[in-house]
């Protein structure tokens, strides 16, 4: 049973930059929530996809934005890039109507 | 709005000296309270999840307890693969009941064990 995929590993984009992150949750999963996790701090929650719609959503402007797919994969969008952006970028999938959550092994952008 | 602290930021300890990790919360109704061990660059690894106050949960050398305010991550006799970043994390209940998967987290307690 694969577990939560993401990709890419790394990235490494320029200020201003439009970035796109994957993530295929684990199998029997249908919602995937997205994190951003700074260098020494705790993950932040940016929103949450549930059939096919953003159904929650954290203190994150506009620039970011999602999607998710029919088979509830999802993607993150970031666009104008910063140096803030700079993070490690985590997916979390849920099956509906249990608690858990299990995250990916993330992606790490660094804006430059 | 919910808050998680954890403390100490870093603790050391040597092989087979048991510890506790402390985790303070603030949520207006709590749904479920998580633990994860994060290793470094590596996504979080769920340990735990207590549901209620007097809860408690063992995995091999760690227990995990739940009050009303507070969670404890008990280590007994560490050894240096414990050695790793542990979060803890909130979801609290929304409007009528409902929660639909925010995890509010704390900034981590970095386990050090020293053979």
């Known amino acids: 049973d694969a577990g939560v995929t993401q990709s890419p590993t790394h990235l490494i984009k320029t200020r201003g930059q439009q970035v796109t992150l994957r993530c295929s949750p684990k199998?029997?999963?249908?919602?995937v929530s997205w994190y951003q996790q700074a260098l020494g701090q705790g993950p932040q929650f940016i929103f949450q996809?549930?059939?096919?719609?953003?159904?929650q959503r954290g203190n994150f402007p506009d620039r970011f934005s999602g999607h998710q797919f029919p088979n509830y994969s999802s993607e993150l969008n970031v666009n104008a890039l910063l140096l803030g952006d700079s993070a490690l970028y985590l997916c979390?999938?849920?099956?509906?109507?249990?608690?858990?959550?299990?995250f990916g092994p993330g992606t790490r952008l660094t804006v430059t | 709005e919910d808050q998680v602290t954890q403390s100490p930021e870093a603790l050391r300890l040597q092989e087979g000296e048991s510890s506790s990790l402390n985790c303070s919360y603030t949520?207006?109704?709590?749904?479920?309270l998580f633990w994860y061990r994060q290793d470094p660059g590596k996504g979080p690894e769920f340990l735990f999840t207590?549901?209620?106050a007097g809860e408690e949960k063992e995995k091999e050398r760690l227990k995990a307890t739940l009050t009303k305010k507070e969670s404890f991550l008990h280590i007994t006799a560490p050894k240096p693969e414990d050695s790793a970043t542990y979060l803890c994390?909130?979801?609290?209940?929304?409007?009528?009941?409902?929660?639909?998967?925010?995890?509010?987290f704390g900034q981590g307690t970095i386990l050090t064990v020293h053979p």
């Open positions: 979390a999938s849920i099956r509906t109507g249990t608690l858990g959550q299990y």
């Open positions: 199998s029997g999963h249908d919602t």
């Open positions: 996809y549930y059939e096919e719609e953003e159904r």
């Open positions: 949520v207006s109704g709590l749904r479920g």
């Open positions: 207590l549901y209620s």
């Open positions: 994390a909130v979801q609290a209940l929304g409007a009528g009941g409902t929660s639909y998967g925010k995890l509010t």
